[in-house]
């Protein structure tokens, strides 16, 4: 089985440090473990193979449809022309379009993988293109309106090697790692912070080209004069797993109502931090929001509060910092859940019982 996957932006210096970057690399790198497998992107021509076998084609676009998720490179039909599946991410993305178009043609199956991108669906004609629909989330699925028969919530993995727990760690404080944007609700989280407790913030601003959305930044750090609030900025890689081995908690208070008083239509389709921080054994505080329920089980791996709630987070962050045996039992739980069922080796199994059941003609079952 040859696979290619397509993402529109790539993860790391020369791309973006976003999930929905990093999830396609990812997943196609545990999948390279099993069959023949390639991931396409766009930006600065290159072909490099991985020591897992993965092969990454970046592909130089000639010019973007207004949005740098919306790449157009020629050489693009010829890098799928060839493959048995072909699986797309951020569906509305133009490459995401383009690679289903081409397999189509040849009567290869397109699948693909929704990460939010938003855009419109051609009246409905973007989801005839895709023969499965293989959803971070269920929350997902429900937002981009995918044909039940047609679709499978295949969640999201983690590297449970690298962010794992370490008994001699002394954990303290609060960690937020992720964009920083106002629907991460990081005003909420400084404002809730416990009496005494710590903030790290680790991420970059987002891309919010007006006020007062660009202004960001700048509100958080005036809400944090005063407070014991770090500031870390871009993390490298490396140091990820170090940041959640030493915090007593990691805090995604995310919101669909931003300070600003804007409405996000959809927010946390899966929340990737939120599953390193649970093979780290690092108590989860998160937002009933989005996909976070899916993967944070109330009082099992984590404590949910109501988005935008200050009381309800202050109170949830607390109870984790003052109560050593929850915090224990919730980590330790975290990480048995991340273990059992969203490891990326567990996920990429996932996505191969849906190729295979593609390529032998068997119907998709458990759909939603």
Known sequence: MRVVHVAPTPFGPAGVFGGGERYPLELARALARSVDCELVTFGAPAVRREPGGLVVRVLRPVAHLGHPAHPLAPGLPAAVARADVVHTHHTRSAPSRIAALVARARGAPAVTTDHGLPGGTWRGLLLALFRRFLMVSEYSARELGTPPSRTRAIFGGVDSARYRPDPQAARRGVLFVGRVTP????????????????LTIAGTAGHDPDPPERDYPRLLRRLARGRPVRFLGAVPEQRLPLLYRHAAVFALPSVDHTCYGRHIAIVELLGLAAL???????????????GLPEIIEDGVTGLLADPGDLGGLREALDRVLRDRALADRLGRSARERALERFTWDACASRCLGA??????????TGAR
């Open 183 to 198: 629907h991460k609700g990081i005003d909420r989280l400084i404002r809730a912070l416990p009496h005494g407790a710590e």
């Open 276 to 290: 390193e921080a649970m093979a780290s054994g690092t108590p989860v505080v998160c937002s009933r929001i989005g």
């Open 355 to 364: 190729y295979e059941e593609l390529l032998t003609g068997g119907q998709a």
